[in-house]
């Protein structure tokens, strides 16, 4: 038996696509959808949303989302997504082409809310007050 057989024809395609260094934590993530428990390819996408996106553990308390073991940025949950998807895309014999168009399931962000600049209570002090004054 060769070290290419050891693991799974898609657990090998995923070593392949994500071979860098750099990209091992998204092998890792792509191996993930090779081995989701979904039988279905739509099953297998949301075990990759359930994977990549930080959600509260305990229900409708969502300071729990902090202690999820998803990536958390949402960067690195975007590209866990799409490797894990990689992985779901090689164990469905599914076109890399459709693969790569999947978009998670959650919702868009709201634009970040500006703040108004903060305003001293009162006016600082001028040098002109400073020195005006005797001791």
């Not at 070290?3 to 091992?24: D, V």
């Not at 949402?74 to 978009?103: L, M, Q, T, W």
């Amino acid at each position: 038996m060769t070290p290419h057989q050891w693991g799974s024809p898609c657990g090998h395609q995923c070593t392949h696509k994500y071979a860098a260094l750099m990209q091992i934590p998204w092998r890792v993530f792509c191996k993930k959808g090779c081995d989701a428990d979904g039988e279905t390819w739509e099953e297998c996408l949301e075990e990759c949303n359930e994977i990549c996106y930080k959600d509260p553990v305990l229900k409708d308390q969502q300071w729990s989302a902090c202690i999820d073991r998803s990536p958390g940025v949402d960067r690195y949950s975007e590209e866990c997504f799409h490797a894990c998807v990689s992985g779901c895309g090689f164990k469905f014999d599914k076109n890399p082409d459709i693969a790569d168009k999947v978009r998670p399931n959650r919702p868009p962000k709201p634009p970040p809310v500006e703040k108004p600049p903060a305003h001293p209570a009162e006016p600082m002090a001028t040098t002109d007050d400073i020195l005006s004054t005797s001791a």
